[in-house]
């Protein structure tokens, strides 16, 4: 019913940006917030930003200045900014938005497939 789609991972250089993309897909009434969880090997997914439906945004300690959400509710997209990625910053990144379908009136919690981001040193 509902699908995300990232884009944007990739390699970079220690110091360097990466933009992800988030795009919410089928039959959507509203979306309320959206975030970015990531992972890393041998480690829990931690979440790293969120954003409300408002605007409102949260960022985890360790990405504080360096990461910025942002989303585009005409397009059903939230976006991560990256800029001086560290490598600690590399793992799998994973897009999760919590939507009510047209189908369904109860809130659900969705998932997209994830992108990997490596930064070298």
């Known amino acids: 019913q509902v699908q995300l789609v990232e884009s944007g991972g990739g390699v970079v250089q220690a110091g360097g940006s990466l933009r992800l993309s988030c795009a919410a897909s089928g039959r959507i009434f509203s979306i309320n917030a959206m975030d970015w969880y990531r992972q890393a090997p041998g480690k829990e997914r931690e979440l790293v930003a969120t954003i409300t439906g408002g605007g409102r945004t949260d960022y985890a300690d360790s990405v504080k200045g360096r990461l910025t959400i942002s989303r585009d509710n005409a397009k059903n997209t939230v976006y991560l900014q990256m800029n001086s990625l560290e490598p600690e910053d590399t793992a799998v990144y994973y897009c999760?938005?919590?939507?009510?379908?047209?189908?369904?009136?109860?809130?659900?919690?969705?998932w997209g497939q994830g992108t990997q981001v490596t930064v070298s040193s």
């Open positions: 999760h938005a919590n939507i009510q379908t047209t189908v369904w009136p109860k809130n659900t919690d969705y």
